[in-house]
């Protein structure tokens, strides 16, 4: 029977468990998809009678990530669960990553009966200390007449605010028993599944002031990050930009804006040594006067070290946490949600006098263009594009020809970050590239790629991951195939820790024994689990298979044999001999 057909909400209390009520609460909230292996049992066997299907993951980490690239490309709160114990503990650095990316999740974690709390039960683990430094909220429900009350809770905190994980501890038994509800007492109908729950606006006398600095700098910037994508404030973005200001993004924000327009400086940060794309550009944003940061945690990377910025600017600071506005740079505050605030801001320049920011667009979009051109000129004269074996810019070059503006990449972390950040092309402001920069773990990529193609089964979703880290996840091929979720997944198999063996080197001159691999055919697994899997070896091949996998109904594992030398242009390594080598 089709799930979707059933009652969404219970139409009686009688013999309604505690997971029923879960279920139509969570239901109640809009959510269709819970990441979840087989506990906790009763919700599972209860969530088709709410319109909600399992997308079974093998491995708790894993669905985590599953949870919050979901969460990226849906706009709504994702719900994860877990069992007690080992299990949960498996859930911690999925969390991790959505607290300090500001990503709503709410997981469910089956907790052992409360009968048996604090008597050594089977798998019973403090949770509240667990989940204490990866949570924003972390809540046992102790009666199951109030699971209503906790699940708006959970959905209020995590889609309130700074957006970040929830963790509701829910015991075994509650889930069994059947709650004492009086069928006649006022029931919730509140819906808080989708982000930002809660619209705030900054202070206008600020707005205001911040319009008078952009409209009378001579070299203003717009630095967009990642709570660009989570206010979904990307049209503000564009039409800010409109006015002729220039916009970069950091790697979250990447796709905030078209990076197509003449006004686009495309991805700045850590990597903009000869090869980035940006790295003609660097004196836009170290010699601007007056620098706009949106939804911009100004992080090492982005910053470059805390390098890259300009130190005697004037910094306006928008963000949703007043606690990350002048972190690392004293700023004017803006307190508020990205979209209600920058459309505001956009407002309050056009009463300004724009004529000194009209007059210099011109130039402004000359300088732009001649900083792209002169990257082109140096990949021509760096980089052999049709060397064996590969180079990831071979790779990112041809990926980039066939993506669509609907086209949604995920990476893992470390080099697939970089490489997609930097060589890929956001061809419409909204565009989703989906990395791992809060705390940048590896193993990230295929998860991600199946949250993403969980939320949009339509669009083409391809994720690029190293060999190191698609071994983190080898397993989730099968979860790929068993929910029928077809994405690609491009392996950089340089049979090396590419970031950590680099860095050793540039840092060392030398390297640890574990960045080098035995060789390992990422193509021949993906097969025996009943995917499909290429290897490619030569660049010419690379192409032609791309595009056979884009149409493929299956998942669909490219494992393509790379340069261990080949690195992205990262700052740090410019001039360095040792990876020479």
Same mark, same amino acid.
């Given at each position: 029977?089709?799930?979707?057909?059933?009652?969404?909400?219970?139409?009686?209390?009688?013999?309604?468990?505690?997971?029923?009520?879960?279920?139509?609460?969570?239901?109640r909230h809009g959510v269709k998809e819970i990441f979840g292996q087989s506990i906790p049992s009763a919700l599972f066997l209860a969530a088709p009678d709410y319109g909600i299907r399992q997308i079974g993951y093998r491995t708790e980490n894993a669905g985590a990530a599953m949870a919050d690239a979901f969460a990226r490309v849906s706009g709504k709160v994702s719900v994860v669960t877990a069992q007690n114990g080992p299990a949960a503990t498996l859930l911690v650095p999925g969390l991790a990553e959505a607290l300090k990316a500001s990503i709503p999740i709410v997981a469910i974690v089956q907790d052992v009966s409360r009968r048996f709390t604090d008597k050594n039960a089977f798998q019973e683990l403090d949770h509240f200390a667990l989940f204490g430094g990866v949570a924003k909220w972390v809540r046992r429900v102790a009666d199951p007449a109030r699971i209503d009350d906790y699940v708006d809770m959970a959905f209020a905190v995590a889609a309130t605010g700074r957006p970040g994980p929830v963790v509701l501890l829910v015991p075994l038994d509650v889930?069994?028993?059947?709650?004492?509800?009086?069928?006649?007492a006022p029931r919730r109908d509140a819906r808080l599944g989708t982000f930002p729950l809660d619209r705030t606006v900054?202070?206008?006398?600020?707005?205001?002031?911040?319009?008078?600095?952009?409209?009378?700098?001579?070299?203003?910037?717009v630095i967009a990050g990642g709570g660009v994508h989570s206010s979904q404030a990307a049209a503000e973005v564009e039409a800010l930009q409109s006015l002729g200001l220039p916009v970069a993004t950091t790697?979250?924000?990447?796709?905030?804006?078209?990076?197509?327009?003449?006004?686009?400086?495309?991805?700045?940060?850590?990597?903009?040594?000869?090869?980035?794309?940006s790295s003609h550009l660097r004196e836009l944003v170290t010699e601007a006067d007056v620098v706009l940061l949106i939804g911009n945690r100004t992080n090492q990377n982005g910053t470059d070290s805390w390098s890259l910025y300009p130190k005697d600017a004037t910094f306006i600071h928008l963000d949703i946490d007043g606690g990350e506005i002048g972190r690392n740079y004293e700023a004017m505050r803006l307190a508020g949600d990205a979209k209600l605030t920058v459309a505001a801001l956009t407002q309050a320049l056009r009463g300004e006098d724009l004529s000194a920011i009209t007059d *210099? +667009?011109?130039?402004l979009e000359d300088?732009?263009?001649? &900083?792209? /051109?002169?990257?082109?000129?140096?990949?021509?004269?760096?980089?052999?594009?049709?060397?064996?074996?590969?180079?990831?810019?071979?790779?990112?070059?041809?990926?980039?020809?066939?993506l669509t503006p609907d086209s949604i990449v995920v990476a893992d972390a470390s080099y697939s970050s970089i490489w997609v950040a930097n060589f890929?092309?956001? *061809? +419409?402001?909204?565009?989703?590239?989906?990395?791992?920069? &809060?705390? /940048?773990?590896?193993?990230?990529?295929?998860?991600y790629a199946l949250g993403a193609k969980t939320a949009r089964p339509d669009a083409p979703v391809v994720c690029l991951t190293g060999d190191g880290g698609f071994g983190h996840v080898w397993s989730e091929m099968e979860t790929?195939?068993?929910?029928?979720?077809?994405?690609?997944?491009?392996?950089?198999?340089?049979q090396i820790l590419g970031y950590q063996k680099h860095a050793e080197l540039s840092l060392f001159g030398n390297f640890t024994d574990v960045c080098d691999f035995e060789a390992v055919d990422h193509a021949a697994i993906a097969r025996a689990v009943g995917c499909r899997g290429v290897r490619v070896e030569k660049p010419e091949e690379f192409l032609g298979v791309l595009v056979e996998a884009l149409a493929a109904d299956t998942l669909t594992v490219i494992d393509v044999v790379t340069d261990e030398r080949a690195h992205p242009p990262i700052t740090s390594f410019q001039g360095k001999e040792a990876l020479d080598y």
């Open positions: 029977m089709n799930v979707m057909s059933k009652p969404a909400t219970p139409t009686t209390t009688d013999n309604m468990t505690g997971a029923h009520v879960l279920a139509a609460a969570l239901s889930l069994d028993e059947r709650p004492d509800i009086d069928p006649e900054a202070d206008p006398t600020r707005i205001a002031e911040a319009a008078r600095l952009i409209a009378k700098a001579k070299r203003p910037l790697v979250m924000g990447k796709g905030a804006v078209d990076e197509t327009n003449p006004l686009s400086l495309g991805v700045v940060g850590y990597f903009m040594a000869p090869r980035g794309r *210099r +667009r011109k130039a300088k732009i263009a001649a &900083g792209r /051109a002169a990257h082109q000129n140096d990949m021509k004269k760096l980089v052999d594009l049709d060397a064996s074996p590969v180079r990831p810019e071979r790779l990112m070059a041809d990926l980039d020809s066939v890929l092309t956001a *061809r +419409r402001a909204g565009q989703r590239f989906i990395t791992p920069r &809060g705390i /940048a773990g590896l193993g990230w990529g295929l998860p790929a195939r068993r929910m029928k979720l077809p994405v690609v997944v491009i392996v950089l198999n340089n």
